[in-house]
């Protein structure tokens, strides 16, 4: 965790452990469930591998998500919000409604399927 990190506000830390490129949307995608890393790639097509990975790995670090890996073979691992994770779903939730109304008020289609 980047406990030792010094923060001027609360925005700037907060934004510190959820700002990245790709990791609301995943926390947005483990919001149903647990994930296998190749269905996060499959869902969020523009993360390379590499970058998935390291968004990933930050957001286990920061506790806001769990790796399990079973011991098996081929070996399996799944992702999934921890409890402190979960605090985040209404704000990840709010992301995409702003998202959605952003879509609306200028007039442009909304890219996203799922919406």
């Not at 289609?109 to 799922?114: G, Y």
């Amino acid at each position: 965790m980047k406990s030792g990190k010094k923060f001027n506000c609360t925005i700037e830390a907060s934004m510190c452990f959820i700002g990245g490129k790709y990791k609301p949307i995943i926390l947005w995608h483990l919001i149903d469930g647990e994930k296998r890393f190749n269905e996060l790639q499959r869902l969020i097509p523009k993360a390379t591998a590499h970058t998935l990975t390291l968004q990933l790995r930050e957001l286990e670090e920061d506790q806001l998500i769990h790796r399990e890996v079973y011991p098996i073979v081929p070996p399996k691992t799944e992702y999934s919000l921890t409890e402190l994770g979960k605090t985040l779903i209404p704000l990840i939730t709010e992301l995409r409604e702003w998202g959605r109304y952003y879509f609306e008020y200028t007039h442009q289609p909304n890219p996203c399927e799922q919406d």
